[in-house]
C-alpha cells in the first residue's frame, strides 16, 4: 500500500478520485445543456486543479509508482519523473485542458 502511496482513505486517492469523478460528470452534464459559462468555469477550475503544486506531486507519485518498477533502470527513471513531471505538467495542461477549446469541443459553446 504505501510503496505506490495509495493507502486507501488518503488524501491524495480521494483527490484523484474526485477529479476522474468530476471529469466524467462534465462530459454527462454537457448533454444536459450546461451553459458555456458553466463549461468553461468549471473547465477552468479543473486546469488550475491539475496544475496546483498538492495535484502534480499526486501525479509525480503515480508516475514514479506505476513507472518506474518496470523501467530498465528503476532509480533514474524516479529521478527523471521526478525533475521532469512538473515541467511537462506546467506547459501541457495549459495547452490540452484550455476552457474555450474543450467547451467549445463538446459542444457547450462555440470557441470563443
Not at 495509495?6 to 491524495?12: A, F, L, P
Amino acid at each position: 500500500c504505501k510503496s505506490f502511496h495509495r493507502c486507501s482513505g488518503t488524501k491524495k486517492g480521494l483527490n484523484m478520485k474526485f477529479a476522474v469523478f468530476s471529469l466524467a460528470c462534465l462530459v454527462s452534464a454537457i448533454s444536459a445543456d450546461i451553459t458555456c459559462d458553466d463549461c468553461l468555469v468549471f473547465s477552468g477550475n479543473m486546469q488550475t486543479y491539475l496544475m496546483s503544486d498538492e495535484s502534480v506531486a499526486e501525479q509525480t507519485e503515480l508516475l514514479v509508482a506505476l513507472l518506474c518498477p518496470s523501467a530498465p533502470d528503476p532509480a533514474d527513471c524516479e529521478a527523471q519523473s521526478r525533475s521532469w513531471w512538473p515541467q511537462i505538467a506546467a506547459a501541457m495542461y495549459p495547452v490540452f485542458l484550455e476552457a474555450n477549446s474543450i467547451c467549445g469541443q463538446l459542444g457547450a459553446c462555440g470557441i470563443k
